[in-house]
């Protein structure tokens, strides 16, 4: 009786007690999100755009398509407004059956590197070792020779016109009449050296076979020009690659870092190919100056159908004043042919020259009224005009027909009431008369037009809308329509679309843009925690603009919601304004607008638990997740930061420089001069000093997973052992996973990282912590 009464009192207090700890939540439903893994997701719906190859100079294009009806090549007519399939599968399959006494399935034909020979006006791909030839006007397939063993000429760079091949050996530039039988070799370099090389590869320590040479052709194929860089003064990094067989191998390699004094230099060489003759660009200007360089179209560097010229991009160490130059390539003499300066700095990602008939005119891009905009200039540099005005952002060039005068862009936030982020065509007079918008439907879109910029192909998607994939004239009118995803197989086992949304930054003025994914069982009367997936740009933000099928949505699938927004100082389809606000604050700017995002969407939606909050990013949304959770302890529960930049002082010199800044400053130094006595000069240096993580180690409450690969040359394991370290210091409890061979990326080790996040977050936001050494991975999962 009294063991009963016990029981009786013991039950009573669990019903009456408040539900806390493992049962106070739903288990994470592992099971789901191993249904809706990207790739089986992918795997069910096929490709979800086609990627058409025009045929050079032609109207004709062909593309392959991976449907779960099988893969299907087709073959499209523009001028006659036909398509039909490349080929018939079915007679391919048993073709091929013929030539190797074995089975072929005409809805999965191994056809291996297909692509269309301009030379020969065949298709050509190879199946096991045989190539193959496909005219696809006389339906005629033959079959070729074994593929050649190993022989390959990756090392070699065919001038235009074939008859010269360029190469490098032991950090020297090399040319080789290509049919010449003995093959002699004209040396024209000998001052090539490790980390000072005409070579592509120029950390080779090892080789004196020939290899690829950085020099690249002007078209008429009389001259190569070449930008030399000298690494020789910079300081290198390390990592250590402990799977190495059969001894753990150390990689060397060179890394400049903000604000250091022995940076690269750059310098322009151009070699006239009959006299072997060497020509310096004098290009020199500002200390420690660029030319062309990171982030910029074409590397900054651009030429036309002749050699007389060539024309570059110089930039000062502060990113703010750049030269548009053009030089003549037969005496190095160096004319600027107009300037500009932008504060804080230049937004690279759409900064670009076209220069039209040999110079006789150029289109650039500028950010000059804080708005990116295309203008007209003519050959001596004098502005002609404006080509577009207004309040909105021109994107990429995507091409320009000079007969007509036109040009054919992208841009952002020109059309009244739809997403500022969907990429719109239009085109346009060299005059800045006659645009017309080429891109009808309210999505974003990729393009890609024929040589002839007679037609293009238009692929329309939005985050919520499958790819439809559309060919039109160089007007926008419809030709014909080529291919819409299906989502049927989706939905047929429960997949939904996600939701787009728009909320206010911390400012209470701005408006974001961002997705939110909800597990597809989803019940508005339950709770669920919300995790944010984060990358801060400012290139570029997390949220998908098109149609994917992601992580995110795998992510949702355990029970959680998830959202990607962007924040002020961002991506800069933007204004100028809005992608600069992160500048000199590289660190904290796009914390509080992410914030604020979550707690509008939890006010805006009741199943949304404020008290429930994840963070996780990838790079530099790790250095944000590892800052959010830092900065406002209070209000992120959890945060997973794989391959941070936790301190940008050791991340590579573009990304601080640019991004944070950096001040070019004087000091008096004392120097001994020629006749051997000491005087006091002025030098100039570059100074630049980043706010890191590891300042805010000592705020950690919640729980932090830090993860990196070991040999991440990119972002460099350091980065994230000094914020392991700082927290240690600190006295702090967290995670650390470091992932053995990879480097930024995680390879073929991304689904064992995966669910180590699902499980991560299961255990911190749902309280499951169901014992299991074994992730479950798929059995197939490395191959």
């Not at 007679?454 to 009118?477: H, K, M, Y």
């Not at 904290?588 to 607008?593: K, S």
């Not at 991440?712 to 210091?729: C, F, K, Q, W, Y």
Request: proline residues 4%; negative net charge; contains cysteine.
């Amino acid at each position: 009786m009294r063991s009963l009464t016990a029981t009786t009192l013991a039950l009573l207090l669990l019903t009456f007690l408040p539900t806390t700890g493992p049962t106070a939540h739903a288990q994470a439903n592992f099971e789901q999100a191993e249904r809706f893994t990207a790739d089986r997701m992918r795997d069910k719906a096929g490709d979800l755009t086609i990627r058409p190859r025009w045929i050079e100079d032609e109207n004709r294009l062909w593309y392959d398509y991976d449907t779960p009806q099988g893969r299907f090549w087709h073959f499209v007519d523009a001028d006659r407004g036909e398509r039909r399939l490349l080929f018939d599968h079915e007679r391919m399959a048993a073709q091929l059956a013929e030539a190797f006494d074995r089975a072929f399935d005409r809805k999965d034909l191994p056809l291996k590197d297909f692509d269309y020979n301009t030379d020969r006006e065949v298709f050509t791909f190879h199946v096991d070792s045989l190539e193959f030839t496909y005219d696809v006007d006389t339906n005629n397939l033959v079959k070729g020779d074994s593929l050649k063993a190993a022989d390959d000429e990756d090392w070699a760079r065919y001038s235009p016109d074939s008859t010269w091949i360029a190469f490098s050996r032991e950090h020297n530039l090399y040319l080789m009449e290509a049919d010449d039988p003995d093959s002699t070799e004209y040396q024209l370099t000998d001052d090539g050296e490790r980390w000072y090389s005409f070579q592509q590869d120029h950390s080779d320590t090892t080789s004196t076979e020939r290899l690829p040479t950085r020099a690249r052709w002007f078209e008429d194929s009389e001259k190569l020009y070449v930008k030399r860089q000298d690494w020789r003064d910079v300081e290198s990094l390390w990592v250590i690659d402990a799977l190495a067989d059969p001894r753990p191998e150390l990689d060397e390699y060179k890394y400049a870092m903000p604000g250091e004094e022995d940076i690269f230099r750059d310098e322009l060489l151009v070699f006239d190919v009959e006299t072997r003759a060497r020509v310096a660009i004098d290009a020199d200007k500002w200390p420690d100056q660029a030319i062309g360089g990171a982030y910029f179209n074409n590397g900054g560097l651009f030429t036309t159908d002749t050699s007389d010229h060539i024309y570059f991009l110089r930039r000062d160490r502060t990113w703010e004043h750049i030269d548009v130059c053009r030089a003549n390539t037969s005496t190095g003499e160096v004319e600027v042919l107009w300037s500009e300066t932008s504060r804080p700095y230049f937004n690279t990602r759409f900064l670009d020259l076209v220069v039209i008939d040999d110079g006789e005119e150029y289109l650039w891009w500028s950010e000059r009224d804080g708005w990116g905009q295309l203008y007209r200039y003519d050959s001596d540099g004098t502005l002609l005009n404006r080509i577009t005005d207004g309040y909105f952002n021109v994107g990429s060039i995507a091409a320009v027909d000079t007969t007509a005068e036109t040009v054919y862009y992208e841009a952002f936030g020109k059309e009244d009431g739809m997403h500022p982020y969907y990429a719109q065509y239009y085109r346009t007079g060299f005059d800045g008369s006659g645009t017309e918008r080429l891109t009808p439907e309210d999505a974003h879109h990729r393009v890609a037009m024929s040589d002839t910029r007679d037609f293009f192909v238009s692929t329309a998607s939005r985050a919520d809308q499958a790819p439809t994939t559309t060919l039109r004239d160089s007007r926008g009118r419809r030709v014909m329509d080529l291919e819409t995803l299906d989502l049927t197989p989706l939905r047929d086992i429960g997949w939904q679309a996600p939701e787009t949304f728009s909320v206010k930054a911390a400012d209470g003025r701005t408006d974001l843009y961002g997705v939110l994914w909800k597990p597809f069982d989803f019940d508005p009367e339950q709770s669920y925690p919300i995790i944010s997936y984060v990358y801060p740009g400012p290139q570029t933000e997390p949220f998908p603009v098109g149609f994917s099928l992601n992580q995110r949505q795998t992510l949702a699938q355990l029970g959680f919601v998830v959202m990607a927004v962007g924040n002020r100082g961002g991506n800069p389809i933007r204004h100028k304004h809005y992608h600069t606000f992160g500048h000199d604050n590289l660190r904290d700017y796009p914390l509080a607008d992410n914030k604020a995002a979550i707690e509008q969407l939890a006010d805006r939606h009741a199943f949304i638990d404020r008290n429930r909050v994840g963070i996780y990013g990838h790079s530099g949304g790790a250095f944000m997740s590892t800052a959010a959770i830092l900065t406002y302890p209070d209000f992120y529960d959890v945060a997973i930061s794989s391959s941070g930049n936790h301190d940008n002082n050791i991340y590579n010199i573009f990304w601080g420089e640019v991004h944070h800044g950096v001040t070019e400053e004087t000091r008096t130094v004392t120097q001994e001069n020629e006749d051997g006595e000491e005087e006091e000069v002025e030098e100039t240096y570059f100074a630049s000093e980043i706010p890191t993580n590891m300042e805010l180690a000592g705020n950690l409450e919640g729980h932090l997973l830090l993860v990196t690969g070991d040999v991440d040359s990119n972002v460099h394991p350091a980065g994230t052992l000094r914020m392991a370290h700082a927290l240690i210091e600190a006295g702090k409890r967290f995670d650390f996973m470091m992932i053995p061979g990879m480097r930024h990326g995680f390879g073929r080790y991304s689904p064992y990282f995966e669910r180590m996040t699902w499980t991560y977050f299961a255990e911190h936001l749902l309280d499951d912590y169901r014992p299991s050494s074994d992730y479950g991975l798929p059995e197939d999962w490395l191959d």
